[in-house]
């Protein structure tokens, strides 16, 4: 892809059209695209849907035996090859050895999760001290507040977006209840300007400059579940820090998604689900993220055997040697059967590395805006022709891989023809459709037949 270097995915797509001698919006485009793509080896080892295979498909408008055309991974990533062996393992293990599964074989159960760390915390641009994997996401989220969100009467805000993520929404509204604060009072919500669809940097900032002294904490997403956008985390987190804020991120939906720099960007602390874009399995083991700095001063609410130092860990003698940083949060000894899944997904993401994603997620993604804007935008000329408002920010730098559509026509019958034509893709009320095209395992040729779909989809619910 060197040769691309330094061209906008407009100008890619427009050099490979020259160079091919077809329209720019031909299929061959696409599949040049993914020819010289170096990360499409990747693909091969995920278990991708057949059309047929989808419950939703519909026989009579489409061929069952190719690929599905999955666009979702922003809400469930695809299955590693290597998940069902590892857990295959650990549950012959389990038959064969029992309560020695402990401490044997390849993957022992009482610290198999340490192995783990490394490749998550270069994931996430941490430390791996600085990275712990247990629980879930909102049990996660629950624990660092717990010891972040300590507010006085001066200092009992939390700020967040007006529309995060319902669980992040009720956990916030719970801790600060918990503390025998009034959510009406200490819920700090932040809303697009009227007319709009994402917030502004600027305005972010300038309510943290104006209201930071009675702010304890600042709690964002990194990249916002239903507009796809990607904040200026390392911009929230310096003007959180000179008002005195703690300032943690919720990164659900940009872990394995954005690069992320936790560690140099100086965040406070971070929870992320790994069912999403690291493919784990639903309900996944979750991560967590407590900057080095606060190693020896932040310490859990709630302790758990699982916090105490490896090493003496079984002594059994309730003398707690808490280990340091976000460690020190476990609690429990880790589900093995949800550390296979995990593995086998992490070591995808240490062999493909991060920034080569990011750069396939940008020419990907964009090749996708790029044919959204060809074909589907507003044409005054023509009003009855339905057309596509994309609401995800056209700056690449303030958005991961999603795009959320919005369009002129009842979107539930759009879903529902593109659903019987082999996409997979999310409809979230109250009127966006969320495609997310993931460099792990997408090609540029999905996202052109995805293209073509949409218009036989549309054709089909306008009639
Ligand atoms: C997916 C998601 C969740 C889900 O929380 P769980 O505890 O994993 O069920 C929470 N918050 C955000 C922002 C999410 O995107």
Redesign the pocket.
């Known amino acids: 892809m060197e040769q691309f270097e330094g061209l906008t995915p407009a100008q890619t797509v427009e050099r490979v059209s020259k160079l091919l001698n077809c329209p720019p919006t031909s299929a061959q485009v696409a599949e040049y695209l993914d020819k010289q793509d170096p990360l499409r080896p990747f693909r091969g080892e995920f278990f991708l849907p057949k059309v047929s295979e989808l419950p939703t498909s519909d026989p009579s408008v489409t061929d069952g035996s190719l690929d599905c055309i999955y666009l979702v991974g922003n809400s469930l990533g695809l299955q590693p090859k290597l998940a069902p062996r590892y857990l295959q393992e650990e549950l012959d293990k389990w038959a064969k050895t029992g309560v020695h599964g402990h401490t044997d074989g390849s993957r022992p159960w009482a610290w198999a999760e340490n192995n783990l760390e490394q490749m998550m915390a270069d994931v996430v641009g941490a430390k791996r001290e600085e990275v712990a994997l247990m629980n879930?996401?909102?049990?996660n989220l629950h624990l660092l507040l717990l010891s972040f969100y300590k507010p006085t009467a001066s200092r009992h805000k939390i700020l967040l977006e007006s529309k995060?993520?319902p669980?992040?929404h009720y956990a916030v509204e719970s801790q600060i209840r918990l503390r025998g604060f009034n959510p009406e009072e200490s819920m700090r919500l932040v809303s697009p300007r009227p007319g709009e669809e994402t917030l502004r940097t600027e305005d972010i900032l300038d309510v943290i400059e104006k209201e930071g002294q009675s702010i304890a904490v600042v709690m964002f997403?990194g990249v916002q579940?239903y507009t796809g956008q990607l904040f200026d985390m390392a911009a929230i987190t310096e003007a959180g820090h000179k008002k005195g804020c703690y300032v943690g991120f919720?990164c659900?939906?940009a872990a394995g998604n954005a690069v992320l720099k936790l560690h140099d960007w100086d965040v406070d602390f971070a929870c992320w689900?790994s069912?999403?874009y690291l493919n784990s399995g639903a309900?996944g083991l979750?991560g967590a993220f407590i900057h080095e700095k606060h190693k020896d001063a932040i310490r859990p609410a709630l302790m758990g055997w699982w916090g105490h130092d490896l090493k003496t860990r079984f002594n059994m003698n309730n003398v707690m040697e808490l280990q340091p940083g976000v460690s020190g949060f476990r609690l429990s000894n880790q589900p093995i059967l949800l550390v296979c899944p995990l593995q086998a997904s992490l070591e995808v993401f240490h062999k493909a590395g991060m920034s080569s994603l990011r750069r396939k997620s940008l020419l990907l993604t964009g090749y996708l805006e790029y044919l959204i804007l060809h074909y589907y935008s507003q044409d005054p000329s023509q009003p009855h022709r339905p057309y596509v408002h994309i609401i995800t920010p056209s700056d690449p730098r303030q958005r991961g891989c999603q795009l959320s559509l919005c369009f002129s026509v009842p979107i539930r019958r759009v879903f529902q023809e593109l659903e019987k034509r082999g996409v997979a893709c999310d409809m979230r009320e109250p009127s966006v459709l969320r495609v997310a095209p993931v460099p792990l395992y997408n090609s540029f040729s999905d996202v052109h037949r995805f293209i073509e779909t949409l218009g036989g989809a549309l054709k089909a619910s306008c009639s």
């Open positions: 879930g996401l909102t049990v995060a993520f669980s992040d997403s579940y919720d659900a939906h689900c069912y999403k309900g979750a």
